[in-house]
């Protein structure tokens, strides 16, 4: 994934709102993604899921887009919550290697 | 159920000390990975393991970064001699699946000081 060292892109929102984040990947022969949230100090906590042969799944207050024309992926947070701020990373995984690509982390803020 | 277990959480050593730190993965889960993640990125990979074979190591910087997983389980990673770059921190993470294409689950990472 690309980096953009200690300046993250970062989605301020306010509690109860909404949130999207948003990723780009790399490979177009990817057929794994995940959604991974990060608290400071802590390791990456898996969200959710999607294989290529679907273009939506839905956990608990989250859904994750999978638009495959044009390689973009999205997370959406239902009612935010303080909880919920984090640094959140999209990963890739290519055919059977189950070998992680990690995207650009975003930072979500929420804001009370 | 127990998740990925590393430890020591916190190491500071001056360069050119060795350290190392250990994984125990989830109960059951073949596969195994280590990854270094830098300030304000995402994780790298640096080596996965099936069982206790090593099936790519090519991220792996040999000369002085070395890893073992003897009996298919627990597993160390090394560094010797450290340097300031190797300032990071060390993740494990595991997966139930030997091929194809599962979610990772990650310990909660060793933070390495080189001084």
């Known amino acids: 994934g690309e980096s953009v060292g200690l300046h993250l892109p970062t989605l301020s929102v306010q509690e109860g709102d909404n949130s999207i984040i948003n990723c780009a990947y790399s490979?177009?022969?990817?057929?794994?993604f995940i959604w991974y949230k990060q608290e400071s100090g802590k390791g990456p906590q898996f969200i959710i899921d999607i294989r290529s042969n679907m273009d939506k799944r839905q956990g608990q207050r989250v859904t994750v887009l999978l638009n495959k024309t044009v390689k973009h992926l999205s997370l959406q947070i239902a009612a935010t919550q303080p909880g919920d701020s984090a640094v959140y990373f999209c990963?890739?995984?290519?055919?059977?290697?189950?070998?992680?690509?990690f995207g650009t982390g975003t930072r979500l803020q929420v804001t009370l | 159920e127990a998740g990925v277990v590393q430890s020591p959480r916190y190491k500071i050593i001056e360069k050119k000390q060795p350290v190392a730190f250990w994984c125990n993965p989830i109960s059951g889960h073949n596969t195994l990975y280590w990854y270094r993640q830098n300030l304000g990125q995402g994780p790298e990979l640096l080596i996965r393991?099936?069982?206790?074979?090593?099936?790519?190591d090519s991220q792996l910087p040999k000369d002085r970064f070395s890893a073992e997983r003897l009996k298919g389980v627990d597993s160390t990673l090394k560094i010797q001699p450290a340097e300031l770059g190797d300032s990071a921190v060390y993740l494990c993470a595991s997966s139930p699946r030997t091929s194809g294409s599962s979610a990772q689950f990650f310990g909660p990472g060793t933070r390495l000081t080189v001084l």
């Open positions: 393991y099936e069982n206790e074979e090593a099936v790519d």
């Open positions: 990963a890739e995984n290519t055919g059977t290697a189950s070998k992680l690509t």
């Open positions: 490979n177009s022969a990817s057929d794994y």
